[in-house]
């Protein structure tokens, strides 16, 4: 199966009784500062603070009754973790999530809080898909990649779908990559709605494995990125990079310089709290490495879920 913008719009009916539908703002402060136009789809609104919410309820309420009664599973530190255990709440299932022991506390406790059944294991790749693997033949329950999954890059590709609901006469639409599901499916859904829209992403210059995967024509794996923007720390995966590279016009990198000012930013003028990995989107404007002057940008704020103990323009 290759998804169509008919699975976006079937996974929008899907989600319609339990996603919220995210309010879209404007700042004119931001506006003069980038010499733009700019939409803000805040995703930071939704449950759990987060679009994850929107590729996890679609995947949970994707499952035949027989597949949903065994529950599902995955393995996440953040928001896919809360994601899902809040889905999988939703429709009455159990949801088992595995989470390295060094998660931070308000992770842990988000999903607890959401109905998580939490198994920790060691913070390591191998640990985290072996203790999921035990999980799953022990429970048969259905694994929910956080992005690898059809399922999951429908359901995120249903915010872009309100955004142009909202405004039609987008130029551009921005969004961060970190592992591409909130990227694969904004591409599809933009691409296929308004013929000639631009689709760009932003992406950490201290984790740029996927503007060197577009370069390269294949995936290079993110190999010890360190940046602030933490929700962008993971690969491409093989559903999502064939999309992104069809259908995303380019992947501009920028620098925590720009990722902490642009954040700091939009919590002062537009006074919202979003996260580093939201930033990034707005760094492709703010950095102006590439010329957007004058025209009409949707950005997808794809969180707000921050330490509040730990800011990054704290010293």
Same mark, same amino acid.
């Given at each position: 199966?290759?998804?169509?913008?008919?699975?976006?719009?079937?996974?929008?009916?899907?989600?319609?009784?339990?996603?919220?539908?995210?309010?879209?703002?404007?700042?004119?402060?931001?506006?003069?500062?980038?010499?733009?136009?700019?939409?803000?789809?805040?995703?930071?609104?939704?449950?759990?603070?987060?679009?994850?919410?929107?590729?996890?309820?679609?995947?949970?309420?994707?499952?035949?009754?027989?597949?949903?009664?065994?529950?599902?599973?995955?393995?996440?530190?953040?928001?896919?973790?809360?994601?899902?255990?809040?889905?999988?709440?939703?429709?009455?299932?159990?949801?088992?999530?595995?989470?390295?022991?060094?998660?931070?506390?308000?992770?842990?406790?988000?999903?607890?809080?959401?109905?998580?059944?939490?198994?920790?294991?060691?913070?390591?790749?191998?640990?985290?898909?072996?203790?999921?693997?035990?999980?799953?033949?022990?429970?048969?329950?259905?694994?929910?990649?956080?992005?690898?999954?059809?399922?999951?890059?429908?359901?995120?590709?249903?915010?872009?779908? @309100?955004?142009?609901? $909202?405004?039609?006469? &987008?130029? +551009?639409?921005?969004?961060?990559? =970190? !592992?591409?599901?909130? #990227?694969?499916?904004?591409?599809?859904?933009?691409?296929?709605?308004?013929?000639?829209?631009?689709?760009?992403?932003?992406?950490?210059?201290?984790?740029?494995?996927?503007?060197?995967?577009?370069?390269?024509?294949?995936?290079?794996?993110?190999?010890?990125?360190?940046?602030?923007?933490?929700?962008?720390?993971?690969?491409?995966?093989?559903?999502?990079?064939?999309?992104?590279?069809?259908?995303?016009?380019?992947?501009?990198?920028?620098?925590?310089?720009?990722?902490?000012?642009?954040?700091?930013?939009?919590?002062?003028?537009?006074?919202?709290?979003?996260?580093?990995?939201?930033?990034?989107?707005?760094?492709?404007?703010? @950095?102006?490495?590439? $010329?957007?002057?004058? &025209?009409? +940008?949707?950005?997808?704020?794809? =969180? !707000?879920?921050?330490? #509040?103990?730990?800011?990054?323009?704290?010293?």
């Amino acid at each position: 199966m290759s998804l169509e913008l008919n699975d976006i719009l079937m996974a929008a009916e899907r989600l319609r009784p339990y996603a919220h539908r995210t309010p879209v703002l404007t700042n004119k402060s931001l506006n003069k500062q980038v010499d733009a136009e700019v939409f803000l789809k805040c995703e930071n609104l939704q449950k759990v603070g987060a679009f994850k919410f929107r590729g996890a309820c679609n995947a949970v309420f994707s499952l035949s009754d027989n597949e949903a009664a065994r529950g599902v599973c995955t393995h996440s530190s953040g928001n896919h973790a809360a994601a899902l255990a809040l889905a999988a709440s939703l429709r009455g299932i159990p949801a088992y999530i595995v989470m390295p022991d060094n998660a931070p506390l308000v992770k842990k406790n988000a999903v607890a809080g959401y109905g998580g059944l939490i198994t920790f294991c060691e913070p390591t790749l191998e640990a985290r898909e072996g203790t999921l693997d035990r999980i799953r033949l022990e429970t048969g329950a259905t694994v929910i990649h956080p992005y690898n999954d059809e399922r999951v890059i429908a359901g995120q590709g249903t915010a872009v779908l @309100e955004l142009l609901a $909202d405004i039609p006469d &987008l130029d +551009v639409v921005i969004a961060p990559v =970190g !592992g591409g599901g909130l #990227l694969s499916g904004t591409s599809i859904a933009a691409t296929e709605i308004k013929k000639g829209i631009r689709v760009i992403a932003g992406e950490p210059e201290m984790a740029d494995d996927a503007f060197r995967s577009m370069q390269a024509g294949e995936i290079i794996p993110s190999k010890n990125p360190k940046t602030i923007a933490d929700g962008l720390l993971t690969s491409l995966g093989t559903l999502t990079f064939p999309i992104i590279q069809q259908r995303v016009e380019q992947i501009v990198t920028v620098s925590e310089a720009g990722i902490i000012e642009s954040m700091k930013f939009i919590w002062e003028r537009a006074k919202i709290i979003i996260e580093p990995s939201s930033a990034v989107a707005i760094g492709v404007l703010w @950095e102006q490495k590439i $010329d957007l002057s004058g &025209l009409k +940008v949707g950005v997808i704020v794809s =969180g !707000g879920n921050v330490d #509040l103990e730990k800011l990054p323009w704290q010293p």
